[in-house]
């Protein structure tokens, strides 16, 4: 690793075989001490101002043909001033230190997990490196374009971990764009591509105007082959009753308007008051509706 250090977080130079030794053998001395360990992260850091490793040997490992990312390039370590240049991924950079991670591990844990990330600047599949078969991949993009090519490129276990989410903590709108249809959407794709789980990130309790999108994840996590509109039909149902039909329209007018939100004009959004005041009368006397 690099000797820089931004608060707790290293630099790693990944194209050194000195990290991926220290690296190994840590793991392998964690998982002597607690021989029922079952898989260890080899996922680095999350953001931080320590920015990437650019020597030579590194920048070796990234292929020119790999697609063009903006990397983040901090001025100095510990301090926010940087500027953002066009670069190749650098998914096989870190390919290349999570098997040779990998390879050291196996020899004396042969069925040990290890985790990885395609996210940030290495979310796109390698284009020169394969898996090791015991990395398991934890795929962050919520947009599911690049999973089979992550497969193409040996990951043999993948779970999806999008923070789709995180329209409810972001803004108070409902979405269903970018969040409840296309969790569904996404899980029967993913079902089909041999998806092992799920960590959906950001549920933050905003039920008036996310409930739908939490239900959506709830129930195709428990049968991902279960449609947008199947869902949708039994939220309605199970929670509003005899007022279900209009709450369902009131989801597919907004399912229809979608982005940008300048769509929702003043007739729109009276359309959309008399589903929920026709459902208000459909509800009746109650109180639970």
């Known amino acids: 690793r690099d000797q820089t250090k931004a608060g707790d977080r290293f630099r790693l130079c990944v194209s050194n075989p000195a990290l991926a030794a220290y690296v190994a053998d840590l793991i392998i001395k964690r998982v002597n001490e607690a021989p029922r360990t079952v898989s260890c992260s080899l996922s680095p850091n999350d953001g931080g101002t320590s920015s990437f490793c650019m020597c030579d040997a590194c920048k070796k490992l990234d292929p020119p043909d790999a697609p063009k990312i903006s990397l983040m390039i901090f001025a100095k370590v510990g301090e926010s001033a940087r500027k953002a240049i066009e670069y190749p991924a650098l998914t ?32 796109t599949p390698p284009v020169r490196e394969k898996l090791h078969p015991n990395l398991v991949v934890r795929y962050v993009p919520t947009d599911p374009t690049d999973w089979e090519g992550w497969k193409a490129a040996g990951a043999k276990k993948m779970f999806w971990r999008p923070n789709n989410l995180h329209s409810g903590y972001r803004e108070a709108a409902i979405n269903l764009d970018a969040s409840a249809r296309a ?17 959906m990130q950001g549920i933050y309790d905003n039920w008036a105007t996310q409930g ?3 239900y959506v994840a709830a129930r195709t996590d428990w049968n991902p082959t279960l449609t947008f509109d199947e869902i949708l039909n039994d939220f309605c149902r ?19 308007l979608g982005r940008p939100y300048d769509k929702y004009t003043a007739q729109a959004v009276a359309d959309l008051k008399a589903q929920l005041d026709a459902a208000d009368k459909a509800a009746g006397q109650d109180e639970t509706v």
């Not at 969790?183 to 960590?199: E, Q, R």
């Open 212 to 214: 739908l999108a939490y």
């Open 238 to 256: 199970s929670g509003f009753g005899p007022a279900s039909e209009p709450i369902r329209q009131y989801f597919l007018k907004i399912d229809a």
């Open 92 to 123: 096989d950079r870190y390919v290349h230190y999570w098997n040779a991670v990998a390879e050291r591990v196996a020899k004396v844990h042969p069925n040990l997990l290890l985790v990885i990330d395609a996210y940030s600047v290495y979310s």
């Open 183 to 199: 969790v569904a959407d996404t899980m029967n794709l993913l079902h089909k591509g041999g998806i092992i789980g799920t960590d």
